[in-house]
């Protein structure tokens, strides 16, 4: 029954950030008309899509109740051994891509199980992961990157299919996105999505009712980890080797998350509006770029989004 009250709560929480995206695609449509054309809109969309990605992983774990605060470094820390291992070699590409893939459901694994078979609160234990990512990859690495990405990891990113009626290209990182939105939300629409929610709604009925809540939530951590995963192949792609490359990128998820509408502590929330949360945040920050304004304003923004979501979810818990 929590679940499905949760469900009920989801739906409304949408129209807010509808509303929002809707005046600020008016705003950047006068500003930059050009903005909507096929081409402006899918390069748009090809950089939004490891935002979009971070924030439905970051999704599963807010909602069970639980945070992530090793995105951010994760990111980091797969580009930077991806181009260690493949230095320039082709053949590597793919296995290095794998190689990402299993590293991110590690991490997220470590992190689920910490949190909660030893029951150390998720904001440490990933706080902790972060400051362990980093400080490995400095020391293997020396504090330079080294190593190349090779091309046909580089394409995943930056090219698309050439050639399509009206749209000329269609990036590989939009079919990406959509396939894993596409997963995303089969898997909130499924019964352990319904379950998802109840654990994060009341972890200790949830429990009660039979649900094994600690499984629940580690495989929240390793859909998270496994969406961090998939970022960084496109960020890698995108923007080549930096450390710099996830930074930030943990509380930037964050914010699209509760601009979207999900309540932080869990059970009150869509995947569907977190992703809408990512996409208007990200024209937030190209309106911001269009209008002059300093990019250090960002976490500025961010964090008054943080302050008012939270705000605006205690003030609708009382009601």
């Known amino acids: 029954m929590s679940a499905i009250v949760a469900r009920m709560r989801a739906v409304p929480a949408q129209q807010p950030i509808l509303l929002i995206l809707l005046i600020l695609l008016a705003l950047l449509a006068f500003r930059q008309p050009g ?74 694994l470590v992190n689920g199980l910490i949190t909660t078979l ?14 362990v990512l980093v400080g490995a990859v400095y020391t293997w690495t020396g504090g330079s990157p080294r190593g190349a990405l090779t091309e046909e990891f580089r394409m995943l990113g930056r090219r698309g299919i050439e050639g399509v009626p009206y749209l000329q290209q269609l990036p590989y ?47 929240a951590f390793l859909l998270s980890g496994l969406f961090a995963a998939v970022a960084a192949i496109l960020l890698g792609g995108f923007g080549g080797v930096s450390f710099q490359v996830g930074a930030g990128l943990e509380f930037t998820a964050i914010t699209a998350v509760v601009l979207g509408g999900v309540v932080l502590g869990g059970g009150r929330g869509s995947v569907a509006g977190a992703m809408l949360g990512a996409v208007t945040l990200e024209i937030l920050f190209t309106l911001l770029n269009v209008f002059g304004v300093s990019g250090a304003l960002k976490s500025a923004v961010q964090g008054l989004i943080i302050i008012a979501a939270v705000g605006i979810g205690t003030l609708r818990g009382r009601r």
């Open 173 to 219: 990182a939009v079919l990406i996105l959509a396939g894993v939105a596409t997963i995303a939300l089969v898997v909130m629409r499924s019964d352990f999505g319904k379950v998802l929610l109840a654990v994060g709604d009341n972890d200790r009925t949830a429990a009660l009712s039979g649900v094994r809540v600690a499984r629940v939530r580690t495989i």
């Open 118 to 131: 030893l029951h150390v609160p998720s904001f440490i234990t990933t706080l902790g992961m972060y400051l």
């Open 35 to 108: 903005f909507y054309e096929p081409a402006s809109l899918l390069a748009f969309l090809k950089r939004a899509a490891p935002l979009v990605i971070l924030a439905a992983g970051q999704y599963f774990v807010i909602v069970s109740g639980e945070f992530d605060l090793s995105v951010g470094s994760l990111v980091t820390a797969e580009v930077v051994i991806a181009a260690r291992v493949i230095d320039g070699d082709p053949a590597m590409t793919w296995p290095v891509v794998a190689l990402m893939t299993g590293f991110g459901l590690l991490v997220g």
